[in-house]
């Protein structure tokens, strides 16, 4: 279904409470890595939805057991091979258990990947340029003001800053693939756009703030989780949001290369003296 249509199956008061529980858990379960406390949040959230909606509960289970894969580990950046090796192995799970598992449960068109969704406008054109613009400024003013940077690893030589930039990058095409096409998609089943859009955001942020976007990281990550989903609901284009992110990330691998070596890529204005 295009993401901006109306609710296939809306659910009431108490399902959304449901689906708020279940969004929310991601906070203990990944954010805080507050295993258990999430685990409650998370069975409470779908045992309401299955007292009152059992396409409901089908839906969150799908998205609960990505969340759960997610938390199996320590989710901040990690560039050594066993760090790489184990991003993959749980990233890509949480991608492809849910979106099989959603076939199943739900239906067989629940989560689609549209790559190319409606034609690009003049608008989305300019916004692209606009993302580098914000990035450009905002980011280093972030990372290397709150000493945010210092959550990845610091990088030096060739093989260290190209397994950065692999990483940025992969993450970033992941973030769209999960947040979006998989965990916003299928609230928009239940919800309105706005739910289930807020719905979305919470576990995204909970995402980035594991990965590494601490202190007043949420006040960025927060509107580029809502822009991101309203985005994909207006266009129904995975390429879209998708070079809007690595735009976005193009700057991330940038200032914390920069952070790391004052010496390198050294074009930013806004960094703090």
């Not at 091979?81 to 598992?101: C, E, I, W």
């Not at 406008?121 to 003013?141: D, E, G």
């Not at 706005?194 to 990965?211: D, G, H, K, P």
């Amino acid at each position: 279904m295009p993401a901006a249509g109306t609710p296939i199956t809306p659910t009431g008061r108490v399902g959304v409470v449901g689906m708020a529980l279940t969004s929310a858990s991601a906070v203990p379960l990944i954010a805080l890595q507050q295993f258990w406390l999430g685990v409650v949040a998370l069975g409470f959230g779908l045992g309401l939805a299955l007292w009152v909606d059992r396409v409901l509960a089908r839906t969150l289970a799908v998205v609960a057991v990505g969340l759960l894969i997610l938390s199996a580990t320590s989710l901040e950046a990690d560039l050594t091979d066993l760090g790489m090796l184990r991003f993959t192995l749980v990233l890509g799970g949480a991608v492809v258990l849910p979106t099989l598992l959603s076939r199943w449960l739900v239906a067989a068109d629940a989560v689609r990947f549209p790559v190319r969704g409606r034609r690009w406008t003049r608008t989305q054109w300019w916004y692209l340029a606009a993302v580098i613009v914000i990035a450009y400024l905002l980011l280093p003013f972030y990372f290397v003001g709150s000493g945010a940077y210092a959550n990845w690893p610091a990088v030096a030589t060739a093989n260290e800053i190209g397994r950065l930039f692999v990483g940025v990058n992969a993450v970033g095409i992941w973030d769209e693939l999960f947040f979006i096409c998989i965990v916003f998609t299928l609230f928009r089943r239940h919800v309105g756009l706005r739910s289930a859009n807020v719905l979305q955001a919470i576990v995204f942020v909970s995402f980035l703030w594991e990965l590494g976007y601490r202190s007043w990281g949420p006040l960025l990550t927060i509107p580029f989780a809502l822009v991101q989903g309203w985005i994909f609901a207006t266009t129904a284009s995975l390429g879209y949001v998708v070079t809007v992110h690595l735009l976005f990330d193009a700057i991330v691998f940038a200032v914390l290369v920069h952070a790391h070596n004052p010496h390198l890529f050294d074009v930013f204005v806004t960094i703090p003296a």
